[in-house]
């Protein structure tokens, strides 16, 4: 069938073209696929890996961005993130596997998506992934955890989750696009692994919001702040590295470095890896490094993608808690970048920061205009067929309870009304409990403006919180907004909760 559709696709554009030129007009000129997605589509058939999963490793770790051959954090170089660091040599992987030199590999695009892709499969042939497996991306999981080389079973699940969520949200940036899609990802023994998201299976001792995971004890100094040392400062560093490969880094003795807490870019989660009490070491000054807390920021300073209205959310409320329980000020001149700090090298968090948005923020002036909760027993507002159960089961619930639904080839979905005031850019964002037995790739639909865009969340994880879908343009009026279908290839019930669409 695809076949047949493709053949007589061509053949209209063949006829389309005779036609034009009879008539004196000129041809339709053929589009070229950009040079990343030229490299992407060779490096995936070269290697047998597919496609869509390559781009989103790589958007998972550097948002496409080869960095002009420059060093993350870690150690890491290109769009693959190839790293070369004490304890994780992919690059020279890559230079063996591929025969290429490791400055070609490095600094350029083509050579290191070939490199990154020719490293996966290594993974993928170790875990003995044969022809017909290697066609299912949902059993790469485990082989794209060990591409990031996380120090722990909670940091790999962490790191392969960012990548098949971006799978589920679809990517279109550089000139390299990659479709929203349904993939069940085939976890085995990682989905025993605590989850590190905002409502944290271990919380943070000093932001109970965070999860905890432990810095190494080589890379900070055990202290007793406030009494041994004043805090007065908050430090904004920007990681230079994804949020997984970040926390993965700073449990490495040999990185002599470290901070209090790491925010991630796409839903704010954050992560505390040293306690307030003690002396990170992020600001490369001694004295600051005694009298401050240090925020690290998914991301690279360059690239202004990184820098999401949820992970500026996020961080702020976590400064503001942090200025709350020391009495620092809410001002410039307390609340820093780490370019700010004297005799700093280091240029974060760069001119893509957004400090005004920042500030009112954690100022409390940066509130959204206009926000709007359905909840699923809101009166009038929520509607969903019979074939939508209630449950009380999870404490994550929001509200007195949620609707569940099993997964069939249709959609009856559960729909969330709104009056929206005005035409405009809304953020949406979606509340669900999560549980290893819910569905692993749920299907929100928002009637945005421009026609009804999906979503797939996987709802096995990344629950009790709020969870962002994205921006999108909607229409004004009282309409339904936002709906949960059951059609769905994924596995597990589908679980409609609550909705909040917000002002942007």
Avoid at 41 to 66: I, M, N
Avoid at 254 to 260: I, K
Avoid at 297 to 312: I, P, R
Wanted: hydrophobic share 40%; with cysteine; proline share 4%.
């Amino acid at each position: 069938m695809t076949l047949a559709r493709t053949r007589l696709a061509a053949l209209a554009t063949s006829i389309l073209a005779v036609l034009l030129i009879a008539a004196g007009q000129p041809a339709l000129a053929v589009a070229k696929d950009s040079p990343l997605q030229a490299a992407f589509a060779k490096a995936a058939a070269a290697q047998d890996v597919p496609r869509d999963l390559l781009v989103a490793l790589a958007y998972a770790e550097t948002h496409l961005d080869g960095h002009k051959g420059e060093p993350s954090a870690s150690g890491g170089y290109g769009v693959m993130h190839l790293v070369s660091n004490p304890t994780n040599h992919s690059l020279e992987k890559a230079a063996e596997l591929t025969k290429l030199p490791v400055e070609k590999l490095k600094a350029d695009d083509e050579a290191n998506i070939l490199g990154g892709a020719a490293v996966l499969r290594s993974q993928a042939d170790a875990l003995g992934l044969d022809e017909t497996a290697r066609k299912d991306i949902g059993r790469w999981y485990q082989a794209v955890a060990k591409y990031g080389n996380a120090s722990s079973p909670e940091l790999a699940r962490l790191y392969a989750d960012a990548v098949y969520e971006q799978l589920g949200l679809g990517i279109d940036t550089r000139g390299v696009q990659v479709k929203p899609q349904e993939v069940t990802a085939d976890r085995g023994d990682l989905a025993k692994a605590r989850q590190l998201n905002a409502q944290a299976e271990v919380a943070s001792p000093d932001y109970p919001p965070a999860s905890w995971v432990a810095a190494s004890s080589s890379n900070y100094t055990a202290s007793s702040r406030e009494s041994s040392y004043a805090i007065d400062r908050v430090i904004i560093h920007v990681t230079q590295g994804s949020y997984a490969g970040t926390i993965s880094w700073f449990q490495n003795p040999s990185a002599q470095v470290s901070a209090h807490y790491v925010v991630k870019s796409s839903n704010g989660a954050i992560t505390q890896m040293v306690r307030d009490k003690d002396i990170a070491w992020h600001a490369g000054n001694w004295t600051y490094n005694t009298r401050s807390i240090g925020i690290e920021h998914e991301g690279f300073v360059n690239d202004a993608s990184w820098f999401t209205d949820a992970m500026y959310r996020a961080s702020a409320a976590l400064t503001k808690a942090i200025c709350d329980k020391y009495g620092i000020p809410k001002d410039r001149t307390h609340i820093i970048g780490h370019n700010q700090v004297p005799g700093a090298t280091h240029t974060d968090p760069g001119s893509h920061w957004n400090w005004t948005t920042y500030m009112n923020y954690v100022t409390g002036g940066g509130t959204p205009t206009w926000s709007t909760t359905v909840d699923n027993t809101t009166s009038g507002q929520f509607t969903a067929s019979a074939n939508w159960g209630t449950s009380t089961f999870s404490s994550q619930r929001y509200g007195a309870d949620y609707r569940f639904a099993d997964p069939v080839a249709a959609s009856d979905p559960a729909w969330y009304l709104a009056t929206i005031p005005s035409a405009g850019t809304y953020r949406v964002e979606v509340w669900y409990p999560d549980d290893a037995g819910y569905n692993s790739s749920a299907p929100y639909i928002v009637a945005a403006s421009g026609g009804n865009q999906t979503v797939y969340v996987d709802q096995r994880s990344g629950g009790g919180a709020w969870k962002s879908l994205g921006t999108f343009s909607l229409n004004a009026g009282t309409y339904n907004a936002v709906g949960v279908s059951r059609w769905t290839s994924g596995t597990g019930l589908v679980i409609a909760d609550a909705v909040r669409i917000s002002r942007v």
